[in-house]
T-cell receptor, first 111, second 113 residues
Framework: DAKTTQPPSMDCAEGRAANLPCNHS???????VYWYRQIHSQGPQYIIH???NNETNEMASLIITEDRKSSTLILPHATLRDTAVYYC????????????FGTGTRLKVLA | NAGVTQTPKFQVLKTGQSMTLQCAQD?????MSWYRQDPGMGLRLIHY???????DQGEVPNGYNVSRSTTEDFPLRLLSAAPSQTSVYFC????????????FGQGTRLTVV
């Protein structure tokens, strides 16, 4: 399973875009990049995922580099409720489809 | 749809006691898994199942047993609780395939004294 590397913490001003980077240099061709977040000690919440194209949904955008070795999660207009730990996960495209979590990025949105 | 339901939400055990953490999902997902989360850390995979009757070990399986007799339920058993098993436990379910999101329960906070 490919490993991911994320900065341990980031701050973002309320109303501004939050850009959370993730490095996954050992990703394989059939592995997807997933993003989840965890608010306080609740269960992780799905945000978005992608294979090689950029993706957008109502919560966020996901930008994956052409070589797929890194990605960026973008929260376009961060609010205080976006304060959470964000996990970037590479998920196997076959077999057991396991999620292997890293330590994530603790995003703090500042008023 | 209730999604993924974990019971109990909180539990205190004495060292050496046994208990079962329950996890049920109503989405007909084949894949279910158990994670533990220690303070300040990410989630670590304990055991997982790719379908009824099929289970396998994750990163930290020692001290835990699982079974999967139905698609809906995936209980986690602690045979002899130890203080090192004090943690928050999360259950998750998903459909097979790499292009499907996982759904997590709200967790069981376990303290072993």
């Amino acid at each position: 399973d490919a490993k991911t590397t994320q900065p341990p913490s980031m701050d973002c001003a309320e109303g501004r875009a939050a850009n959370l980077p993730c490095n996954h240099s050992t990703i394989s061709g059939n592995e997807y990049v997933y993003w989840y977040r965890q608010i306080h000690s609740q269960g992780p919440q799905y945000i978005i995922h992608g294979l090689k194209n950029n993706e957008t949904n109502e919560m966020a955008s996901l930008i994956i580099t052409e070589d797929r070795k890194s990605s960026t999660l973008i929260l376009p207009h961060a609010t205080l409720r976006d304060t959470a730990v964000y996990y970037c996960i590479v998920r196997s495209g076959s077999g057991t489809y396991k999620y292997i979590f890293g330590t994530g990025t603790r995003l703090k949105v500042l008023a | 749809n209730a999604g993924v339901t974990q019971t109990p939400k909180f539990q205190v055990l004495k060292t050496g006691q046994s208990m079962t953490l329950q996890c049920a999902q109503d989405m007909n997902h084949e894949y279910m898994s158990w994670y533990r989360q220690d303070p300040g850390m990410g989630l670590r995979l304990i055991h997982y199942s790719v379908g009824a009757g099929i289970t396998d070990q994750g990163e930290v399986p020692n001290g835990y047993n699982v079974s999967r007799s139905t698609t809906e339920d995936f209980p986690l058993r602690l045979l002899s609780a130890a203080p090192s098993q004090t943690s928050v436990y999360f259950c998750a379910s998903t459909s097979p395939g790499a292009n499907t999101e996982a759904f997590f329960g709200q967790g069981t906070r376990l303290t072993v004294v």
